[in-house]
Each structure stands twice: as structure tokens, then as C-alpha cells.
């Protein structure tokens, strides 16, 4: 089953790093054909997508608001995708959820929109205060 796990959410100062995984929670399942967006909801606002990598792990998309701050990236080996987040700031504070989306027939297409994924893990938190 595509169920993924978010993990290293945390308190960080701003200026400060995060780097968070989400892996399959089954160990027999690979992620080698799954696109995963992270997407984040802080208190009182709606969910935002924040990044996004195609299956096969070429194609990337992010929100402006994390451009030259986030890198996604994939490592199919270790079925984990990670998100590491540097200069973050106090409005970067949100749970973060991992999407999964099987695609093992359009390996370099982007998924930006929640519709489109089906499992989604139970988020993590990041706060980000001095």
C-alpha cells in the first residue's frame, strides 16, 4: 500500500534547516513508480501544495513562497523522498503532509494539485520561532 510517513518535523530558529523524510510505510512497496507532493496547512489557512517530484525523480516543481529555500529530492534505493528546508521562516510554520500518487506510466509528469493524490500520511509538524 502507498501509505506514506512523514518524519524530522521539529522546533528550528529561524535561519535554521529541516530536512523532512517520507518513506512507504510498507517495506515491500516501492516508491520507484510513486510522485509525492508535500503540501502544508498552518492554523486557520488552507492547505498549500509546497513541492512536488515526477516518479521518476527528474522533474521538480515548488511554491514561489520556498524557491531557493526547499529541494526535493528522491531516493528510490531507500524509498524516502526528502525535503530539505533551509532559511526558514516563522511563516513556514504548518504540519506538512507527504502525497503519494502511483505513476509508473508518466514517470516525468508533475502532480501540483491535492485532487490528484490518493494516500496521504499524517503530517509533521514544523515550527519555525525564536
Known amino acids: 500500500q502507498l501509505q506514506p510517513v512523514e518524519s524530522g518535523g521539529g522546533l528550528v530558529q529561524p535561519g535554521g534547516s529541516l530536512r523532512l523524510s517520507c518513506a512507504s510505510a510498507s517495506s515491500e512497496f516501492t516508491w520507484e513508480n510513486v510522485a509525492i507532493g508535500w503540501f502544508r496547512q498552518a492554523p486557520g489557512k488552507e492547505r498549500e501544495g509546497v513541492s512536488y517530484?515526477?516518479?521518476?525523480?527528474?522533474?521538480?516543481n515548488y511554491a514561489d513562497f520556498v524557491k531557493g529555500r526547499f529541494t526535493i529530492s528522491k531516493d528510490n534505493a531507500k524509498n524516502t523522498v526528502y525535503l530539505q528546508m533551509n532559511n526558514l521562516k516563522p511563516e513556514d510554520t504548518a504540519v506538512y503532509y507527504c502525497?503519494?500518487?502511483?505513476?509508473?506510466?508518466?514517470?516525468?509528469?508533475?502532480?501540483?494539485?491535492?485532487?490528484?493524490?490518493?494516500?496521504w500520511g499524517r503530517g509533521t509538524q514544523v515550527t519555525v520561532s525564536s
Open positions: 502525497a503519494a500518487k502511483e505513476a509508473r506510466f508518466a514517470r516525468s509528469r508533475i502532480y501540483v494539485r491535492s485532487e490528484e493524490y490518493f494516500y
Open positions: 517530484i515526477s516518479s521518476g525523480g527528474s522533474n521538480t
